[in-house]
């Protein structure tokens, strides 16, 4: 098992920024994907980052160009750096992070509180 623990969520206004962190303990050595996903009330969880134990990142693309995802591999953390953030950034930000093939195990943090003020 894995377990994820966020931090960096708050308040924060229209143009500022914010930094996620995510860290992984557990059963880690498994873990070959991580990424960030988001929830607004009422609307379904999207993805709003991700990067595999290779680098390769992938960004929706309402964030390319504001967000950057980035890791420290031997701190099993996962960040995300917000800039020139919107109040359509505002949700709840998830930590999630996936086994490599053939162990399948996929783990979800409890979520942090991004809200963006006009």
């Known amino acids: 098992q894995v377990q994820l623990v966020e931090t960096g969520g708050g308040l924060m206004q229209a143009g500022g920024s914010l930094r996620l962190s995510c860290t992984a303990s557990?059963?880690?050595?498994?873990?070959?994907?991580m990424g960030w996903y988001r929830q607004a009330p009422g609307q379904q969880r999207d993805m709003v980052a991700t990067i595999t134990d290779s680098g390769t990142t992938n960004y929706a693309e309402s964030v390319k160009g504001r967000f950057t995802i980035f890791r420290d591999g031997a701190k099993n953390t996962v960040y995300l750096q917000m800039n020139s953030l919107s109040p359509e950034d505002t949700a709840v930000y998830f930590c999630n992070a996936a086994d490599a093939y053939p162990f399948g195990g996929v783990y979800w943090g409890q979520g942090t509180q991004v809200t963006v003020s006009s």
């Open positions: 557990g059963i880690t050595y498994r873990i070959n994907r």
